[in-house]
């Protein structure tokens, strides 16, 4: 019969409590979205539900002309009506920022609660029904009732107590302006415990929902004027954990990870709660060559470079920086580990060193490195008399397919044949491109001109094979410089070795000399 509308006729005694309560629910609401899901806001909301329920349902009773709806009614009413101090209490603790330390309480009291509302279903001895006045139907209580009005005493002096304590303690005038504003106005909203008169047969209407109207109005000016949320040193911290783009982890001195963010699982591939409260050689299995122990340096703070394998596979590279975390007394309790994650500057800086000392189409040494790998490839032959060999390559008939094919097709005949130098090699010894298309091979550690001549003859048979199969005009001029006996300087044995390839690009190209080998009045002329 409660939804039966036949139940239920016009009451303007209803009007006012059904406008304060969707007014209250709504502010309630609008106060959740406004501080995004907050704890403060999560409890406010809570507590303005509940008052809504209480209301809505008087409107309900105040409209019917049933006893039994009324009373079924006023059962809703009361279940909203026991939660109000527990809601109130948790709101207060949550906006002082006490909710941990008052969590106990907090139990307590919805317990305490749902315990009432279930005499309330269960007996008649503090509900004991529902009595007829000029504005409709109300509760009547019976000898249990001093239960009900000690839960609204108790925590909403206990409530009142933490806003004075907290307002008298702050060094935060915006949250000493909110915390008062707040407390006036919950002590304006206990002025609708007016509404008990009634209960014990005083026929006073019950315009508590006008203390209630007040409380919204009062509360809401202190919520969007001064938000709920206060910027106290935890919620900073939280946010800047959680926002942080460096992984944190907190290990205690057992060895245990008792804080990590998401920044730290996401650079080990693996989530929070799978770190959270796992021994820290859940990382060291993680790090490729180093271990948190070994990153704890003597002092306070330190820094070090260590690797680790990447949620790819790859490994990764990170700055952390370690701090010995100590309790009041001064005592070691821990350690806060942070990395940095520096894999994406070390690549650029391996690219800039590469694109220093390397030819950027080929991959190929560029002349700098050549110089150097040479003056120290004499040094080394000169302490044990050794011989180092230099090969000159210019290619035969390469600006002709720059001319008719494109140079797009020029650089990729440069990069192939660059490779195919490469290959015919011995591990130590170089390849630079020391012109468009000039080559310099540097044989370090030969035994004589036979040796760096054989490997001359190897590169022009597979670029004239190449030449052949790909029908690209392209041979190539070998000359060769050898030290000691064509020089002991770097500069000298490549202007000897370049000149010894331009006698050999003379005498028709595809083939290679020696510079000891040429007449004498080509190597005074050298």
């Not at 501080?35 to 309900?60: K, P, Q």
């Not at 009506?81 to 309480?105: D, N």
């Not at 307002?167 to 915390?179: E, F, G, K, N």
Request: with cysteine; aromatic share 10%.
């Amino acid at each position: 019969m409660m939804f039966d509308p036949a139940s239920y006729s016009f009451s303007f005694y209803s009007l006012p409590v059904l406008v304060v309560g969707v007014l209250n629910g709504g502010l309630g609401i609008a106060t959740l979205r406004r501080e995004r899901a907050s704890v403060v806001s999560v409890t406010f909301c809570a507590m303005t539900l509940s008052t809504t329920l209480w209301l809505l349902s008087f409107a309900a009773v105040y409209s019917t002309g049933d006893p039994s709806v009324a009373r079924a009614w006023v059962l809703v009413e009361h279940f909203g009506l026991v939660l109000i101090p527990t809601t109130v209490f948790l709101f207060s603790a949550a906006v002082t920022g006490q909710l941990q330390e008052k969590q106990a309480f907090a139990w307590f009291s919805g317990a305490y609660a749902m315990a009432l509302f279930g005499i309330v279903v269960g007996s008649d001895r503090l509900l004991t029904g529902v009595h007829h006045y000029f504005w409709g139907y109300y509760p009547t209580y019976g000898p249990l009732v001093p239960l009900l009005l000690g839960h609204f005493g108790v925590f909403l002096g206990a409530s009142l107590h933490m806003y004075r304590v907290t307002a008298a303690t702050t060094r935060s005038d915006a949250q000493r302006r909110r915390l008062k504003s707040i407390l006036v106005a919950l002590s304006i909203a206990y002025l609708g415990t007016v509404d008990f008169l009634p209960t014990f047969g005083v026929p006073v209407y019950p315009f508590g929902s006008l203390f209630i109207c007040a409380f919204a109005v009062f509360a809401a000016r202190a919520i969007w004027r001064y938000r709920l949320v206060d910027i106290t040193p935890a919620l900073a911290a939280r946010q800047i954990i959680n926002t942080m783009r460096e992984g944190l982890l907190v290990i205690d001195r057992d060895g245990a990870i008792r804080l990590v963010n998401d920044a730290a699982a996401d650079m080990f591939g693996t989530a929070r709660a799978n770190l959270l409260g796992a021994q820290g050689t859940e990382i060291d299995s993680r790090l490729t060559d180093s271990s948190l122990d070994r990153l704890v340096g003597s002092d306070d703070v330190s820094l070090s470079e260590a690797s680790y394998r990447r949620r790819d596979g790859n490994t990764g590279t990170a700055i952390v920086s370690v701090s010995r975390l100590r309790d009041r007394r001064g005592e070691w309790v821990g350690t806060v580990h942070i990395f940095h994650d520096i894999t994406e500057r070390k690549r650029a800086e391996e690219q800039i060193r590469y694109l220093a000392f390397h030819d950027v189409l080929t991959g190929a040494a560029n002349r700098s490195v050549l110089m150097d790998r040479l003056s120290q490839a004499v040094a080394q032959a000169r302490r044990d008399g050794s011989a180092v060999g230099l090969i000159f390559i210019d290619l035969d008939g390469f600006k002709s397919v720059n001319d008719t094919r494109g140079h797009d097709a020029g650089d990729v005949l440069l990069r192939d044949i660059a490779d195919q130098i490469r290959g015919l090699l011995r591990e130590g010894d170089t390849l630079a491109r020391v012109g468009g298309d000039e080559f310099v091979a540097l044989l370090p550690r030969v035994h004589d001109a036979d040796e760096a001549e054989q490997v001359a003859k190897r590169i022009l048979s597979q670029l004239s094979e190449r030449a052949t199969a790909q029908a690209s005009g392209v041979a190539a001029s070998l000359g060769i410089a050898m030290y000691p006996q064509d020089g002991e300087e770097a500069e000298t044995l490549l202007g000897r070795a370049d000149a010894a390839m331009y006698e050999a690009k003379k005498s028709g190209g595809n083939t290679c000399r020696i510079f000891g080998s040429l007449d004498t009045a080509e190597n005074s002329a050298a």
